[in-house]
């Protein structure tokens, strides 16, 4: 959490459409693969945030952006990570703050035709037996 990579962008891009990104399969040659990687990484920008409600605040104000950046994908890893930290029990604010996080990114898809991307860790814990 807490730490996006460049190079694992990279490795996505190159995987899902490797005739496209990829230089070594680049239907139109390595030095095309390469600039359209290095096109995705300077159109790629990165925010990190140390609580949920600085978050919330920035998905609030994030149309004039979109708008004047013409962005077309947003991005959020590890979405229950700041709600984790925020609100240490599993409860009622937790659960709100995920859904309001969830409601914004949904009017800004629904809005500006976006693509919305959402991951979150997962983990669980096991007693001694494993159960």
């Not at 230089?23 to 949920?52: I, K, N, S, Y």
């Not at 937790?94 to 898809?109: D, E, G, M, P, V």
Request: aromatic content about 6%; glycine content about 4%; charged content about 20%.
């Amino acid at each position: 959490e807490k730490k996006f990579s460049s190079h694992r962008l990279v490795e996505i891009a190159k995987g899902q459409a490797p005739s496209w990104y990829d230089p070594e399969h680049c239907v139109e040659g390595q030095e095309v693969g390469t600039l359209r990687l290095q096109q995705l990484l300077m159109q790629t920008q990165v925010a990190q945030f140390d609580r949920t409600q600085d978050l919330l605040e920035t998905l609030e104000t994030l149309e004039s952006q979109l708008i004047q950046h013409r962005i077309g994908m947003i991005v959020l890893d590890s979405v229950a990570a700041l709600a984790r930290a925020d609100f240490p029990s599993a409860g009622l604010a937790r659960t709100n703050a995920l859904i309001s996080q969830a409601a914004i990114l949904k009017r800004l898809a629904d809005a500006f035709d976006l693509v919305v991307l959402v991951t979150n860790q997962v983990t669980s814990l096991y007693d001694q037996q494993g159960q």
